[in-house]
């Protein structure tokens, strides 16, 4: 019904199709509402195949209250056609969003999703905290899919009231848990980031541990140990250890003249 390609006469296939769009919804505004089997509008259609043109049409189509009485159906407002949700629960703000998610993965044709995801959270703010059967918020999948003016907007407009459903996610996730996680993901695919120094093991502050120990010590009544200068020169240190005792040279010249009279005692001896 929609032109999704259109080449120089465009803008004349959108009128066309606008035209009959609106033709059609005159006679029978229901089907602006009407689900098919998935549950899905048309607005959730539109939404998400990135169909700017028709998000635009669908929503110009409601009216400002939604009046559904004996005397006949007068129309869809805003609010309810853009919180209306599928048999997954996702409401079509949900619908871009996700699909815009899928093609950042492998094109680079998700342009066009995020500009229906800005139509969508600026028409009806509240359906950014509206969650899908797995808890899903339109803001959480926003920041999932890198969506940047999308999650800016949600939280700008986030009330003092607003609780862990208007930010959550899957599994207990939450948009910080998300953006963290992208956030490391970003780094690590970057070749050229810095490096940081945080990255590097940390070594012990032994100047600091010498102090708390010192500090321990005298809280406790009693002095601090002696310190010795040897400590600090490795090699004196080693041979103090191997050599617990150094002789004195008046005992090692007492020692080598002992030696030489008894070697001379001895001689005599054999002399005779």
């Not at 769009?21 to 048309?42: A, D, S, Y």
């Not at 030489?260 to 005599?268: S, T, V």
């Amino acid at each position: 019904m929609f032109p999704v390609n259109c080449g120089n006469d465009g803008n004349d296939s959108e009128t066309k199709s606008g035209n009959f769009v609106k033709k059609i919804l005159g006679m029978c505004p229901r089907l602006l509402k009407q689900q098919n089997f998935m549950g899905e509008t048309p607005l959730h259609v539109a939404a998400k195949y990135g169909n700017v043109f028709a998000v635009k049409l669908l929503i110009g189509q409601c009216v400002d209250h939604h009046v559904d009485s004996e005397s006949g159906f007068c129309g869809v407002s805003k609010q309810m056609l853009l919180r209306m949700k599928n048999n997954a629960g996702d409401t079509a703000l949900h619908e871009s969003i996700l699909m815009g998610l899928k093609l950042h993965k492998y094109t680079d044709q998700w342009s066009k999703h995020l500009k229906v995801a800005k139509i969508l959270s600026t028409e009806a703010i509240e359906v950014m905290y509206d969650g899908n059967a797995l808890g899903e918020t339109p803001l959480y999948l926003a920041v999932k899919a890198g969506f940047h003016y999308v999650v800016r907007n949600g939280l700008v407009n986030m009330d003092a009231h607003a609780t862990s459903t208007y930010y959550g996610g899957s599994d207990g996730k939450t948009i910080l848990h998300e953006a963290r996680f992208l956030h490391f993901i970003a780094l690590q695919d970057d070749p050229h980031r810095p490096k940081d120094p945080n990255d590097a093991p940390r070594r012990p502050n032994l100047d600091s541990q010498a102090e708390n120990s010192t500090e321990n010590t005298e809280q406790e009544g009693r002095d601090p140990p002696p310190r010795s200068d040897d400590s600090r020169n490795p090699e004196t240190s080693q041979e103090s250890n191997l050599n617990p005792k150094t002789p004195s040279i008046n005992e090692e010249s007492a020692k080598l003249s002992d030696m030489a009279n008894n070697a001379e005692a001895e001689k005599g001896d054999d002399a005779v």
